[in-house]
């Protein structure tokens, strides 16, 4: 019998593609998702519902799984405690979805002992009001420190494109997209053009989480996901314009953050992620996992793929 796989939350753009990667290492596959899916592999199954407390609690009594993967992001850290403790005590292994923004700029590739902005930072108002990055940070504190069991792995995901979410800087969903078809100009901040992305694609994120589950060296660990290639956003920029024609213009990055059509909510993620160079070594990861560059998708080709995906949603 295979060893089924829970993913709480999983239903969007990482969930989706480690729910690939698990079934093609052989393994049954729940997800827990507010999205209404249907499934055509009787191998994965879907299962609507917003995963409090409360709700997993009951499911858990009815179901067992050998492991647990949480895509869930709790702004308020202290409610995903007892979400833990459940959780580490009903699988065999259980991974908890971190990012790679708890780290504070570095001068050289990111490792997993980069610092954390949580520990280095003095910027007050950064401080009291990041509600990402900081609750990330704090909720690893507490799964490292508190934690009842030793059963669990941190993973520190870079963002990770899907045809769910098209990423230049913080440009995100379908803009890169609708403005190419509607002849729109994207602007973006200068100061984060030359800078190394912390981007990749979906499917080679979600190959390597996938590919952690089980493996009793990573217990206990905390590991950066990313097949580790290098661009800068303007080359990140210059691929959607080679693919889709979309028009970028940079423009003062002081000019762009007074705007708020331009920065929306994401001015910490500016200022504290996408200014700073995000090159990365993969090598703990890769590892762990006996994955090697061979496995993964440029990340150009990754774009094309879902490019071509978004087109055939929009004749749908």
Known sequence: MSRKVLLIGGGGTLGTYTAEELLHLGYSVDVICLEDKVSDNENLRFFKGKATLEFLTEFLLKNHYDGIVNFIHYPLFEEYKPVHKLLSKNTEHLIFLSSYRVYAESNGPI???????????????????????????????????????????????????????????????????????????????????EVVAGLDWAGNSGKLIANLLFKKEAYGEAYTISSAQRYTWGEIADMYTEILGTKFCWIDSDEWLSNEEYTGNNKWAVLYDRFFNREIDNSKVLKVTELTEKDFKPIKEGIKIEINRLKENYKK
């Not at 949580?118 to 910027?123: A, F, I, M, N, S």
């Not at 520190?156 to 098209?166: E, G, H, N, Q, T």
Request: glycine share 2%.
């Open 111 to 193: 490792t997993e002992e980069t610092p954390h902005l949580l520990d280095v930072t003095t910027d007050k108002e950064f401080l009291e009001n990041e509600w990402y990055a900081l609750s990330k940070a704090k909720a690893e504190k507490f799964i490292r420190n508190e934690s009842e069991t030793n059963n669990w792995t941190i993973v520190r995901p870079v963002i990770s494109f899907s045809a769910d979410r098209l990423d230049v800087v913080t440009v995100s969903g379908h803009i890169v997209y609708d403005y190419a078809k509607e002849g729109k100009t994207v602007y973006l901040p200068d100061k984060a053009k």
